[in-house]
């Protein structure tokens, strides 16, 4: 998200004098590898760059712009930007809609990723009865990897409704199937144990929540590195459960290893940043240090009001990939 100010010079300065101007495809593999890094907000200016160098050309397609548009929502959303990433997500639906229509596994994955972004909360009875009816329909035909991907989003959406009955197959058909896949994506595996250890957690099934939480955490390290940003939510949540058991110095060291992480790979304004700090107020809290609390949680809020500001959002947002530690 937040890079290096070195990184925005060289991509302004392609392109000069003696130089081959970069093509849409040129960013796009810029962008995904930015996005993979964790870096999203360069990632994002470098898909927005693809869609501007794409849409004034004749030779794109219907298929490549959706490809565009999923990438810049993607990194939209990591960033924080909900609203511009329904924006992109609704203009990938369109265009799907029109080639493939809305029964298709590819109009299921876009909305899919839409469907859990916390601005959609009014609005997912609808998605729920379409990404059942793709399941249905895709499970046995379309790529386990997407299906797995589809039944992960859907489950979130029905933990967020605390639909936990209709959850918990969704995540375990989920796992099953990439067990299976011999090179499955890590990241989607470490995901997946993530959000089981979520429902776990809801079921009060702490220490089988811990096991699961430090699984996701040693899969993504293995896969991205000790440093990367999808490490937060997995910390973070492995830190909520630790205060539920009353381990509250593994709470407050889980804490600040996700903070750290968050402030060198998405900068002290994103509003994970914020979330975090209020959750380590809450630890402070209970360690009976409450002056540092009292410090966190209102430079935690400060961040928060700033961020929803800059999404055009009055009230308060609440991450969806980051769970509260409660007070």
């Known amino acids: 998200m937040r890079l290096a100010l070195c990184i925005f010079l060289l991509v302004v300065r392609s392109g000069q004098a003696g130089e081959t101007p970069k093509g849409w495809s040129d960013w796009l593999s810029e962008g995904q590898s930015l996005s993979h890094a964790g870096n999203y907000s360069a990632a994002a200016h470098a898909f927005r760059e693809a869609l501007a160098i794409a849409t004034r050309s004749a030779a794109i397609d219907n298929r490549q712009l959706v490809i565009l548009h999923d990438a810049l929502a993607g990194a939209y959303a990591e960033a924080g930007q909900f609203a511009e990433a329904e924006t992109e997500y609704r203009r990938?639906?369109?265009l799907v809609e029109k080639t493939q229509g809305k029964g298709s596994l590819n109009y299921a994955f876009l909305l899919s990723q839409m469907a859990i972004l916390p601005t959609q909360a009014a609005d997912r009875e609808e998605a729920i009865a379409l990404l059942r009816q793709t399941i249905a329909v895709n499970a046995r035909i379309g790529s386990t990897e997407n299906?797995?991907?589809?039944?992960e989003c859907l489950a979130e959406v029905f933990r967020k409704e605390k639909r936990y009955g209709e959850e918990e197959p969704l995540l375990l058909d989920a796992l099953a199937d990439l067990a299976k896949q011999k090179a499955a994506d890590p990241a989607l595996m470490a995901t997946a144990l993530n959000n089981l250890a979520v429902l776990r957690f809801d079921q009060e099934r702490y220490q089988e929540s811990v096991d699961l939480q430090r699984e996701s955490i040693r899969v993504f390290?293995?896969?991205?590195?000790?440093?990367?940003?999808?490490?937060?939510?997995?910390?973070?949540?492995?830190?909520?459960?630790?205060?539920?058991?009353?381990?509250?110095?593994?709470?407050?060291?889980?804490?600040?290893?996700?903070?750290?992480?968050?402030?060198?790979?998405?900068?002290?304004?994103?509003?994970?940043?914020?979330?975090?700090?209020?959750?380590?107020?809450?630890?402070?809290?209970?360690?009976?240090?409450?002056?540092?609390?009292?410090?966190?949680?209102?430079?935690?809020?400060?961040?928060?009001?700033?961020?929803?500001?800059?999404?055009?959002?009055?009230?308060?947002?609440?991450?969806?990939?980051?769970?509260?530690?409660g007070n």
């Open 92 to 94: 990938s639906l369109a």
């Open 147 to 151: 299906i797995a991907f589809v039944r």
């Open 221 to 325: 390290e293995a896969a991205l590195g000790k440093e990367h940003p999808s490490l937060i939510a997995p910390l973070n949540n492995l830190a909520t459960t630790y205060v539920k058991m009353r381990r509250f110095d593994d709470a407050e060291r889980t804490l600040q290893r996700a903070i750290n992480v968050c402030k060198k790979t998405l900068g002290e304004d994103d509003v994970h940043y914020a979330v975090l700090l209020e959750n380590y107020a809450v630890v402070l809290r209970k360690l009976d240090r409450k002056r540092e609390s009292k410090m966190f949680q209102a430079q935690g809020q400060q961040i928060e009001r700033a961020s929803n500001r800059r999404n055009g959002i009055g009230s308060t947002i609440s991450v969806s990939a980051l769970r509260s530690v």
